[in-house]
């Protein structure tokens, strides 16, 4: 036990304890007034059909912010059983409110931060206490490139009309790849050419989906996007999700060969390049099966709520799958295109820079 | 389009990865299909938090036993998923339940709006579901990496014992798990995307009242969290499992 009892790791626990009660009382930050909660009265108002009850939640609290706070105000809320477009709301949870007229009051959503406080503290620690100075490294690379996701998004909306958004995102991603490997990987020659192996095996993959998709012709609906309507430039968001969605995954593909193609290297100098590739196709058999598996679960499953409604809604499933699934399905298939093709381009590319630039370790 | 797309990817699977690419393909269209069988379950009413455990149990069985086959390799994975699927349950549910994740968001009432919303059917369970059924696959990958590294570090140097193996395979996930980050990161982020876009173009205090970014972050950051877990217990039970096998 008294391993664990260092200095380093009271620190980590003292910190992560004074950031999750600063976002339990960060109520002077918001603008919007939030409802703290003293008491709720729940009765029922009415029944639905399929057996679905309603609600009516009278709530009872004191503000805690703004010109308002120590205001004590009662607020109505109605809810149901299935809770698809409501929320019930419980003791623990606050609210922010509106204020319509003079005293009527209405909830317009509850507060979550501090439970992606909770997660988000709980994710930097682990991956702390796991990997050490390596997680620091990931947790740099990912802050850089959520500043860099967040800075393309606001050049493009300052000048929509010039700029073209895939081009953009083409620009973009060349950044994300340099700035992820260079930051998790340090200044070395396999950093290089996983660079350059991804670079290319991004604009193949990329270039491949685009002509598919044109010489098949344009024929999905995209407006079952999310927030597709509020998208400038949306003909070209559509490749732009195509083009960020199997990124990860390519950069994981290249520096997984570059890495262990240099660990051969390593420990046989004069390794022939045919025995490289032969060991690099080896390798490389393992990781397409799970990666393809990775890219499906995380993007295509998001699709389960709408297309249950649906369902629900007696649409029939093929068809709820067909209509809210197409787009993601693409994008996966996109992306898992992207996972095999970023294999033989990453085998040969590193194979050749290695080969070339990599000067023999002195044992 | 769907098919010809599935058909350009089964072909580059062949020439890529021969046979291991052809039980790729079969994996994949498995897995669409567990995700078919689980809405149709929960339509018959099943509790759906239950209905997703059982379909990452099958999704893992699925993925292990078809690409990897019977092994102590795989073998030791499962277990340690099992595990990992509990401990991410528990933090889900405790999420899920307490901070107000259920259903649709004011953004996407347009797309929702033509359907009854009387469905009798607790919509809490049916996110939480879905985050579980979102984190199994990089579970599944950080896991199998692992215990296949672990088991050539053993096959090489028989003489390690079980804390030098679990020392390796840590390694191993260290090595791993940045890039696994990153790739979740850029599968999730198109949606970002289009979430910033439309935060722009509305008032700047609504960032603090958004459902949908609530849940995609809340996603985000459970899939980072399991992939971490992973490690440490997939090492632990590998080193055993692999040490035991070797008597």
Known sequence: MKKYLTLKNILIFVISLTIILFVYNDYFLY??????????????????????????????????????????????????????????????????????????????????????????????????????????KTLLSLFVNIIISALAIFVFQSNADRLNLLLLYIFVSMIFIITSLFITNGNKTKTYSAIISSIVSLLVSFGLSYLIINIHGRDVTIWTMDYIEYVRDYENYFYVCILLSGLGAIMDISITISSSLNELIDKNFKITKKALLKSGREISKDIIGTMSNVMLYTCFTPIVPLAFLAIKNNMPLMRAINYYGEIELIIVLCSCISIVLAIPISLYISTYILKKYKKEVVK | MIKLLSLIFLILLLIVGKKRGFKTFITFYLSIFLIMMYLTFMKTGLNAIFLAIIICLLATLVTLFILNGSNVKTKSSFISIVFVLLLVTIITVFIGNSANIQGFSLESIESIGYYSHDINYDMTNVIIGMYLICTIGTIIDTSISISSAMYEVHENNPQLNKKELF?????????????????????LISSFIGFFMWFYSVSFDFLSVSKSFDQNIIQLLLSFIASIMIIPITSYISSIMIMKNKK
């Open chain 1, 31 to 136: 603008k919007t007034p939030i409802l703290k909660i003293n008491n709720i009265e729940t009765t029922v108002e009415g029944y639905g059909s399929y057996n679905e009850k309603y609600y009516n939640q009278k709530i009872t609290g004191v503000i805690k912010n703004g010109n308002l706070k120590g205001k004590i105000i009662t607020v109505n809320n109605v809810t149901s059983t299935s809770g698809v477009n409501d929320e019930q709301i419980h003791k623990r949870s606050e609210l922010f409110i509106k204020q319509s007229n003079n005293n009527i009051y209405s909830i317009i959503g509850v507060k979550r931060d501090k439970y992606i406080a909770i997660l988000a503290v709980l994710f930097i620690d682990l991956i702390i206490l796991v990997s050490g100075i390596q997680g620091v």
């Open chain 2, 167 to 187: 020392v390796s395979g840590m390694n191993v996930g260290k090595d791993i798990l940045s890039t696994t980050i990153n790739t979740l990161y850029f599968a």
